[in-house]
Antibody, heavy 117, light 107 residues
């Protein structure tokens, strides 16, 4: 079945780095754009980044631009989010999601990132 | 950036009620709007896309309407499993944005 599984979350000190992974299965990964969306504790959803199906274009929310990098390896059916210079306000559950025109139709279960000293 | 304003932010309703949630965009987004349901501790689940297209597998009591700047999500005959948070999202332009959410609770 179509599935996305995130990993790589954890507790990290401010200013440090973390890399999240999202492994896809059950569909032709290389045909789809992939997104990261996050949700701070008790808050709403915030879009973070997108990467085109072939990696040719990457876009970011202003809140993470210059600190986060999205990438993908279509041979491994995996999308990544490299997070540098982490701040307390980056604490959230991070979801990866498959992108289609008009919607994000498949979501992973999320991985929790806590930035704290 | 396109701002999405959802109302109400909180809604108390009973099983069997008809519920309507509104999402207003700060500028026209045609029909590039999706609705998601999220239950506590779970990932969002797509309900409606292109403003009014029901995602496969979603019960027909959910419906969406609107275009331009004003959109609505309607749940006819609210069921116990519908008590959750609902979010709209615009996919007209980047950065993609979400509404602030509407929490539907049991009266």
């Amino acid at each position: 079945q179509v599935q996305l599984v995130e990993s790589g979350g954890g507790v990290v000190q401010p200013g440090r780095s973390l890399r999240l992974s999202c492994a896809a299965s059950g569909f032709t990964f290389s045909s789809y754009a992939m997104h990261w969306v996050r949700q701070a504790p008790g808050k709403g959803l915030e879009w973070v980044a997108v990467i085109w199906y072939d990696g040719s274009n990457k876009l970011y929310a202003d809140s993470v631009k210059g600190r986060f990098t999205i990438s993908r390896d279509n041979s491994k059916n995996t999308v990544y989010l490299q997070m540098n210079s982490l701040r307390a306000e980056d604490t959230a559950v991070y979801y990866c999601a498959r992108g289609l025109q008009y919607r994000l139709d498949v979501w992973g279960q999320g991985t929790t990132v806590t930035v704290s000293s | 950036d396109i701002q999405l304003t959802q109302s109400p932010s909180f809604l108390s309703a009973s099983v069997g009620d008809r519920v309507t949630v509104t999402c207003r965009a700060s500028q026209g987004i045609s029909n590039y709007l999706a609705w998601y349901q999220q239950k506590p501790g779970k990932a969002p689940n797509l309900l409606i896309y292109a403003a009014s297209t029901l995602q496969s597998g979603v019960p027909s009591r959910f419906s969406g309407s609107g275009s331009g700047t004003e959109f609505t999500l309607t749940i006819t005959s609210l069921q116990p499993e519908d008590f959750a948070a609902y979010y709209c999202q615009q996919l007209n332009s980047f950065p993609l944005t979400f509404g602030g959410g509407t929490k539907v609770e049991i009266k």
